[in-house]
């Protein structure tokens, strides 16, 4: 008997196997490496299979045609990679899905299905490598429990396709048990292996991190911004970096500074190449402030930072950073008080910073005056519309110190003009000019631009500072969820007797969307996304120690707390059972009584009540071959009850003529032929007539007596 003439197992098997690629396919398209063209194309093949397994679908193309297929494009390979995709995990992850669609749509034999399998191991395996997201593990629980099932369906093919082999089985059950057993096998491994995860720090990441291209950049973060470029950034909502505040419980609202720029042409801030200072971190500790900084009063602030993957090099802090715990080689101190990481930044960046946050001016201003160097390139401006300065003057004649023009500029712009994200339409050779006199609106940018601009034109060193604004907070996991939507940019204005003092004219985002389902189940989700990063991606030996130091602790604490109460609880819980001991005794051994009874019978009456359902299916015409069993075992029973019962080395035919009464020999050979029809010839109309049989024995008088044995 071949595997293809075996039905019964053959369209689990097709569709198991469908589903295991599909569910590979579906782990590389979670990471968001794979292009739209070679999705779509993998998803229609995909649906063809599917198509072809219902047998809604016929292809047959000759073996020649499908060989010179995958030739061609094996030979296509070089071509996309040094030519078109320029990477070459991404051509190999093409030529796999190019030959997983071949394959799925022409596979016929055991051979074709081998292939297949190795194909879609292959996707789970190029998605572990490219996936940082959370959603890798519900395609690899399903990729593991698809491939139980293909496996364990091809066991079963190809031990029927054995020569000789002839297979029962039950028809109606057959897949339902399969799936069952692919269930418990499934939940079997993740049992056994859920211990094994938290003992092994995860190193094969790191050893094929290098084959990863880089998919996501930070543009604005750079030494060079062009307006407009926070504008676009504002319009993703990639998840840029979570933060943690150590020290504090409640929300906060707090600006990530990234870096600061002092130089402007009119369309585009920019820091020329300075003098740099590169800063030696000493075991992962770097120290930013000096002793006399550090001791000065001021809100602080210590928080934990971690970056997803992406190209920039900019360390996010928070105020006036004391210091710094990373571990890094060195950090680079920029002349406008950013800090950088330069070449070997590593991949999803973690960092602890502690900073002093300002209230009212740099918190580490020793009053000394700004040097005429910084002063200079903090006041430059290029030829602009005279009416920017035209105006700033006019809004702050009456005003007597630097720090009430600032204020009153910031003021102005957040009431005056409107917040929105839509980008200029057409390039304007003057973007600041065309903000305060023609759109009236515009984004960050846009605002800390014209703030900028008009503080220089009456006198105030200022410069564009970028980063991130506070970010969402997320109860479920305790960590800020920054997006890119959360980009920010605000002024730094240098006031007398204050130094570097922030300034934001942006007035709030109208349409910033309030608390919602989807935002509940973004959160959730977001939490999941912790998890993963925490205990998974960044799992390694320091953390696994750390786990394996808190537990030690939580016991340490558990046994300590147990045993300083444990004689008086012990005391007055015996005392409060002999109470209820005696007040509840009667229901007690009530309710035992009942759970006996219960455990007695139960099993009986449900085998009964199974029984009873299946009689009366059977009475409906619904019999199965099993049911022809079950109702002889009841034939026999009754028998045996009235002292005949057979022998177990004669056959059911051989039991009907040796039975001595002869209206009990007469029953029991229709009752045996209705049988044999019912068990071996699946003919279902035979079903109705077991039961008048058995109903007719069951009321028949005959007396007892046992068959004589064989002769030997």
Same mark, same amino acid.
């Given at each position: 008997m071949t595997a293809t003439r075996w039905n019964a197992v053959e369209p689990f098997f097709q569709f198991s196997l469908l589903a295991l690629l599909a569910s590979g396919y579906l782990a590389v398209v979670g990471s968001g490496y794979l292009d739209t063209p070679t999705a779509i194309l993998t998803a229609l093949g995909l649906l063809a299979r599917a198509l072809l397994c219902a047998g809604w679908l016929k292809l047959d193309l000759p073996q020649n045609v499908i060989n010179a297929i995958t030739i061609a494009y094996i030979g296509f390979w070089p071509v996309d990679y040094l030519y078109l995709s320029r990477d070459f995990l991404t051509a190999t992850v093409h030529l796999v899905f190019f030959l997983a669609i071949v394959k799925i749509l022409t596979a016929r034999t055991d051979r074709d299905y081998f292939y297949v399998k190795i194909i879609a191991f292959l996707e789970l395996l190029a998605a572990s490598i490219l996936s940082s997201s959370a959603n890798y593990f519900l395609f690899l629980a399903l990729f593991l429990f698809f491939g139980v099932a293909t496996f364990a369906a091809s066991e079963i093919r190809s031990a029927a396709a054995r020569p000789g082999v002839i297979v029962r089985h039950t028809q109606r059950r057959l897949n339902t048990r399969l799936t069952g057993l692919t269930v418990f096998t499934v939940l079997g491994i993740?049992?056994?292996?859920?211990?094994?995860?938290?003992?092994?720090?995860?190193?094969?990441?790191?050893?094929?991190?290098?084959?990863?291209?880089?998919?996501?950049?930070?543009? +604005?973060?750079?030494?060079?911004?062009?307006?407009?470029?926070?504008?676009?950034?504002?319009?993703?909502?990639?998840?840029?970096?979570?933060?943690?505040?150590?020290?504090?419980?409640?929300?906060?609202?707090?600006? &990530?500074?990234?870096?600061?720029?002092?130089?402007?042409? +009119?369309k585009r801030w920019f820091n020329t190449a300075g003098s740099s200072e590169i800063l030696r971190v000493e075991d992962g500790i770097l120290r930013l402030a000096t002793v006399e900084e550090t001791l000065r009063r001021g809100p602080r602030i210590s928080y934990e930072v971690a970056m997803q993957e992406s190209t920039s090099d900019v360390l996010f802090l928070a105020g006036a950073p004391e210091s710094v715990r990373i571990f890094v080689p060195r950090i680079i101190r920029t002349p406008s008080g950013s800090y950088r990481l330069g070449f070997g930044a590593p991949d999803r960046l973690r960092y602890i910073g502690y900073s002093i946050l300002e209230v009212d001016g740099d918190p580490r201003y020793d009053g000394e005056p700004l040097s005429p160097l910084l002063r200079e390139i903090n006041l430059q401006l290029p030829p602009l519309d005279p009416r920017i300065a035209a105006l700033a003057r006019s809004l702050t004649a009456n005003m007597l110190t630097d720090a009430q023009r600032a204020r009153f500029l910031e003021n102005y712009l957040r009431t005056h003009y409107a917040y929105t994200t839509e980008l200029p339409r057409r390039e304007t050779p003057d973007p600041v000019a065309d903000f305060l006199f023609h759109r009236r609106k515009g984004h960050c940018e846009y605002f800390a631009s014209a703030l900028a601009v008009m503080l220089r034109s009456i006198g105030i060193p200022a410069r564009v500072a970028t980063g991130f604004q506070s970010g969402v907070y997320n109860p479920f996991s305790g960590w800020y969820l920054v997006r890119a939507s959360d980009a920010h940019s605000w002024v730094e204005a240098w006031l007398p007797a204050k130094g570097w003092t922030t300034f934001d004219p942006t007035p709030p985002d109208p349409n910033q969307s309030g608390a919602s389902l989807s935002t509940r189940l973004q959160l959730y989700l977001d939490a999941m996304q912790v998890f993963w990063q925490d205990w998974v991606l960044s799992y390694d030996l320091e953390r696994q120690l750390n786990l394996a130091a808190q537990m030690e602790q939580s016991s340490r604490n558990f046994q300590l707390k147990w045993l300083d109460g444990s004689l008086t609880r012990l005391t007055a819980r015996a005392k409060a059972g002999f109470a209820a001991a005696k007040h509840y005794s009667p229901r007690a051994a009530l309710a035992?009584?009942?759970?006996?009874?219960?455990?007695?019978? +139960?099993?009986?009456? &449900?085998?009964? &009540?199974?029984?009873?359902?299946?009689?009366?299916?059977?009475?409906?015409?619904?019999?199965?071959?099993?049911?022809?069993?079950?109702?002889?075992?009841r034939m026999l029973a009754s028998l045996r009850r009235r002292g005949i019962e057979k022998p177990v080395w004669i056959t059911p035919a051989e039991f009907a003529r040796i039975v001595p009464d002869p209206q009990a020999a007469a029953l029991l050979r229709d009752f045996t032929a209705a049988y044999n029809h019912l068990r071996f010839g699946h003919h279902a109309e035979a079903a109705p007539k077991l039961v008048q049989i058995l109903d007719r024995l069951e009321q028949t008088h005959f007396p007892k007596q046992k068959p004589p044995r064989p002769a030997a």
């Open positions: 993740l049992a056994l292996t859920g211990s094994l995860f938290f003992l092994l720090p995860r190193t094969a990441r790191a050893a094929f991190q290098h084959f990863i291209p880089q998919r996501y950049h930070l543009p +604005g973060f750079s030494n060079e911004v062009t307006l407009g470029q926070i504008g676009e950034l504002k319009m993703r909502s990639t998840a840029v970096m979570h933060i943690r505040i150590i020290n504090a419980t409640a929300p906060m609202d707090v600006k &990530w500074r990234g870096n600061a720029l002092m130089q402007f042409d +009119g035992v009584t009942l759970l006996a009874a219960v455990c007695l019978l +139960g099993p009986f009456l &449900w085998r009964r &009540w199974l029984a009873l359902i299946r009689v009366r299916r059977v009475q409906r015409g619904e019999a199965s071959a099993s049911d022809a069993t079950l109702l002889y075992q």
